[in-house]
């Protein structure tokens, strides 16, 4: 069982940055893939970015690449996702996640809602413009 709680959100100007921190518990943290979703109002949950077990390997949707940056340490059981150059469309309930094993496989890359097992509550994030 992994427990997930997100924190960090809050409201910032477009431009503007945050950084969203995820806190795992469990011992088992380093072998599970992490990952940031987002929901935005009247919209269905949507993949950010995923990051592999050990760090080493990182996926984004299109639209926030070259913005968004996921990272994880590992000693202190816990995902990050840095938020650069907000804009207003990001504004959304952020959502971490996680899955047991890799985060890619044969040419696949896992992005959908079904196929992570853990949930945080979320943290809202309301980017003005």
């Known amino acids: 069982q992994v427990q997930l709680v997100e924190s960090g959100g809050g409201l910032v100007q477009a431009g503007g940055s945050l950084r969203l921190s995820c806190a795992a518990s469990?011992?088992?943290?380093?072998?599970?893939?992490m990952a940031w979703f987002r929901q935005a109002p009247g919209k269905e949950r949507e993949f950010v970015a995923v990051?592999?077990?050990?760090?080493?390997?990182?996926y984004y949707v299109d639209s926030v690449k070259g913005r968004f940056t996921i990272s994880r340490d590992n000693t202190k059981n816990t995902v990050y996702l840095q938020m650069n150059s907000l804009k207003p469309e990001d504004t959304a309930v952020y959502y971490c996640?996680?899955?047991?094993?890799?985060?890619?496989?044969?040419?696949?890359?896992?992005?959908?809602?079904?196929?992570?097992?853990?949930w945080g509550q979320g943290t809202q994030v309301t980017v003005s413009s």
């Open positions: 996640a996680s899955r047991p094993g890799l985060y890619y496989s044969g040419g696949y890359y896992y992005t959908r809602v079904n196929e992570y097992d853990y």
């Open positions: 469990g011992r088992t943290f380093r072998s599970y893939t």
């Open positions: 990051i592999s077990w050990s760090g080493g390997s990182t």
